[in-house]
Structure formats: structure tokens, C-alpha cells
């Protein structure tokens, strides 16, 4: 089992800046990936970037230049460090855990973001 624990959601003015981080504890093993997802009132859950524990990055087109992630392996913590936010970026975000061995995955209890003047 994983567990995850998110924090660093808010409210923002567009332009702002936030970062979340989600934390990782259980059994974590040594391949895997954590990732960021967001879902906005009324729509699909969404990825918005990944990273392996070996630093492999994805991320959607929508935030590429803007969010970047990172993580700190012996924290077993990822980063997600969002820059220009906009309105549509308003959203529940949520953390997830993938073990690329098992492929099973663990999610965290999702954040608020709200970007709003």
C-alpha cells in the first residue's frame, strides 16, 4: 500500500504562482512514477505531467512552458510548480502514484486550485 498526502492548493490571481507537493509513504519500491491530475467542475479527469523515479518527464500541452514537476527521491515527494496560472486552470488536483512493476495505482484526496481575480 501507498499512501499520499497533497499539499499547497489555494486560491491565486491569474499571472500568479503556486506549488503543490504530495508526499509518498508505504511501500514504495524502486520503479515507478508520480504524476499530477486535475479535474475542473464538469469534466474528465485530466494528466497534467508525470515523472519517473529515474527523472523521465511528460507533461500536457496545455501547461508545457508554465508547470514544471519535479521530485525528491529519498523524500519520495513530488513537485508540481505552476507559474502563469490561468483561469482554466482552476481545478481539483490530485496525486497519483503508479508502481511500474505492478502497475497498480494509489491516489491522493485531490486540491484545490483556484485561479481567479
Do not use: H
Not at 34 to 50: C, E, I, N, T
Not at 67 to 83: E, G, P
Amino acid at each position: 500500500q501507498v499512501q499520499l498526502v497533497e499539499s499547497g492548493g489555494g486560491l491565486v490571481q491569474p499571472g500568479g504562482s503556486l506549488r503543490l507537493s504530495c508526499a509518498a509513504s508505504g511501500i514504495i519500491g524502486s520503479f515507478n512514477a508520480m504524476a499530477w491530475y486535475r479535474q475542473a467542475p464538469g469534466k474528465q479527469l485530466d494528466l497534467v505531467a508525470s515523472i519517473t523515479n529515474g527523472g523521465i518527464t511528460n507533461y500536457a500541452d496545455s501547461v508545457k512552458g508554465r508547470f514544471t514537476i519535479s521530485r525528491d527521491n529519498a523524500k519520495n515527494t513530488v513537485y508540481l510548480q505552476m507559474n502563469s496560472l490561468k483561469p482554466e486552470d482552476t481545478a481539483v488536483y490530485v496525486c497519483n502514484f503508479k508502481n511500474l512493476l505492478t502497475m497498480q495505482n494509489y491516489w491522493g484526496q485531490g486540491t484545490q486550485v483556484t485561479v481567479s481575480s
